[in-house]
């Protein structure tokens, strides 16, 4: 008989500055053997943190250390003054080959992201960094998913909000980090942060 999965819960507690504009939207944290730091995209061989000091500072590894680890401390900080707030789509999921692939995620419970948005009310702008997150968050709202590095114009608990599809940030994903930066640099403009 097949061994079932055990299943996972989220290992990390919502990140909710109160000045958050973007709510930036995983689908689950890698197994913790990946991890670098107790944040989130935590692998190093994930660019989220290297796209984010590309596309704010002109360096992309502003957030990193030599060691091929993350600057934990300075990303939080960072997070709260320019006010992003991360989750996941996924408070529980079984991962059917043990990795951090979407493909293989089995999402148990979704995140209540209505809630998520109750604590965050100067948010009106979505951000999925990938298509496992993207399809869940559509589901959620009963809209259709953006193409990738777009946005659609949507209402979700009792606000509007811009749904962005952005390009995932692990280097599974076939784009090039030139490309997923300036996607997520158009992002950061539209919504209306200074940047590099």
């Not at 659609?152 to 952005?166: G, L, Q």
Request: proline residues 8%; glycine residues 4%.
């Amino acid at each position: 008989m097949p061994v079932i999965p055990e299943i996972e819960h989220h290992p990390l507690q919502p990140f909710l500055p109160k000045n958050a504009r973007v709510l930036m939207l995983g689908s689950f944290p890698p197994p913790r053997v990946r991890w670098c730091m107790e944040f989130f995209y935590p692998n190093p061989q994930n660019d989220m943190w290297r796209i984010i000091g590309q596309v704010f500072y002109g360096d992309k590894l502003h957030f990193c250390t030599h060691e091929k680890r993350f600057k934990y401390e300075e990303i939080v900080e960072f997070c709260k003054d320019r006010g992003i707030a991360i989750f996941d789509t996924a408070q529980a999921v079984r991962r059917l080959q043990g990795n951090a692939a979407d493909e293989h995620l089995e999402i148990i419970e979704a995140t209540d992201i209505t809630e998520l948005l109750k604590q965050l009310p100067l948010c009106n702008d979505i951000c999925c960094t990938g298509g496992k997150a993207a399809e869940t968050l559509a589901e959620m709202m009963q809209t259709n998913t953006p193409k990738v590095g777009e946005y659609i114009e949507t209402s979700f608990a009792d606000k509007p909000i811009r749904f962005w599809r952005m390009p995932s940030t692990s280097r599974a994903y076939p784009l090039s980090f030139e490309k997923k930066a300036a996607a997520y640099m158009r992002m950061m403009k539209t919504i209306g942060f200074s940047l590099a």
